[in-house]
């Protein structure tokens, strides 16, 4: 049933491979299935990224944390979400979790999808230049390449759920041509336990999923229908996947977009890059007729996935909040 558990399933993705039996990846299909209908959220191993690659970023992302700051705020967030985001400027008020009121104790680096210049959509909204260290440029190379990597991971997922979901495997696909890509290199500071304070204030995902690698401090707690915050501490060699609200709303409310939150109570600093794999901008996300049983309907109104992500950041965003 929806929203009751008390534990995230390790599901292993290692038989999406072209070359595994039609019978291991329908098992897989159903595992992943099962997972993101309950609580949203799984534990995925056997996910065929580099894990050198990821210890490479988590190396980068403590490397870039540990800049001056002068050198990271003359990298600040630009107008197309790409740069240095300081502690304390966004506070999550569309979150329909909770009432948040503390900026969230955190600082990031937000990496996007690469444009290049001479890209006919350079200069529209979220398609611009990105921000990196020229002092450090193994934090550029290091993003990139496993950005790529990560959207191999996005669309083998992708895949699967379109299966999950009785439709052809490639039907997403047409949908993440020019797919919207962000890799947020956040950190978090120890801190103190106190009312109404996160490193991220209870909200759900805005995209379509997020693939979150985090180091082996722990803070990361789901919360269940009964309003439990039960902890997804880290487990070595997996990312944690959860469904964000636009999957969910494309899905027809089947998978579940499911409250978190990060509470870095450990006295140590906490390091985390979640990748969100999300549609193109000009995708227009519609639920599949394909998909619905005999008397369902759409709960959704068809959307320009640019619109809808357009609306929730101006909302969130402190540097976009003059703008908009
Ligand atoms: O850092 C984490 O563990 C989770 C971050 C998160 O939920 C987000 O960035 O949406
Ligand atoms: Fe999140």
């Given at each position: 049933m929806k929203g009751e558990f008390d534990n995230i399933p390790i599901v292993d993705l290692s038989a999406l491979v072209a070359s595994a039996t039609p019978e291991a990846r329908a098992e897989t299909v159903a595992a992943l299935k099962s997972a993101l209908e309950t609580s949203g959220f799984a534990y995925l191993s056997g996910h065929g990224v580099s894990e050198d690659l990821v210890e490479k970023m988590r190396q980068m992302n403590m490397a870039f944390h540990d800049l001056p700051m002068e050198e990271k705020m003359a990298l600040k967030i630009n107008e197309f979400h790409r740069g240095y985001m300081p502690m304390s400027s966004s506070t999550i008020v569309t979150s329909s979790v909770a009432k948040v009121?503390?900026?969230?104790?955190?600082?990031?680096?937000?990496?996007?999808?690469?444009?290049?210049?001479?890209?006919?959509?350079?200069?529209?909204?979220?398609?611009?230049?990105?921000?990196?260290?020229?002092?450090?440029?193994?934090?550029?190379?290091?993003?990139?390449?496993?950005?790529?990597?990560?959207?191999?991971?996005?669309?083998?997922?992708?895949?699967?759920?379109?299966?999950?979901?009785?439709?052809?495997?490639?039907?997403?696909?047409?949908?993440?041509?020019?797919?919207?890509?962000?890799?947020?290199?956040?950190?978090?500071?120890?801190?103190?336990?106190?009312?109404?304070?996160?490193?991220?204030?209870?909200?759900?995902?805005?995209?379509?999923?997020?693939?979150?690698?985090?180091?082996?401090?722990?803070g990361l707690e789901v919360r269940n229908k009964r309003g439990d915050w039960i902890p997804a501490p880290p487990i070595e060699g997996t990312f944690v996947m959860n469904v964000g609200d636009i999957l969910s709303k494309w899905s027809n409310g089947r998978f579940v977009s499911t409250p978190h939150r990060v509470r870095n109570l450990s006295r140590k600093d906490r390091y985390s890059q979640p990748f969100f794999y999300d549609p193109s901008m000009r995708a227009l996300v519609e639920c599949p007729e394909?998909?619905?049983?005999?008397?369902?309907?759409?709960?959704?109104?068809?959307?320009l996935y640019g619109d809808y992500l357009l609306e929730r950041l101006n909302k969130n965003y402190d540097y976009r909040k003059k703008a908009s």
């Open positions: 009121t503390k900026p969230n104790r955190s600082e990031s680096l937000m990496v996007m999808h690469d444009v290049p210049e001479d890209a006919s959509y350079a200069g529209e909204p979220m398609h611009g230049p990105n921000q990196f260290p020229a002092s450090l440029p193994e934090v550029e190379e290091t993003a990139l390449a496993y950005m790529r990597e990560m959207t191999g991971l996005g669309e083998r997922i992708a895949e699967a759920l379109a299966e999950a979901l009785g439709l052809e495997r490639d039907w997403f696909a047409k949908y993440f041509d020019t797919p919207t890509l962000f890799l947020r290199l956040l950190h978090y500071p120890e801190q103190p336990d106190e009312e109404e304070l996160f490193g991220s204030a209870p909200h759900t995902d805005y995209g379509f999923i997020t693939l979150l690698k985090q180091d082996n401090v722990g394909a998909m619905l049983e005999a008397g369902e309907t759409a709960q959704m109104e068809p959307v």
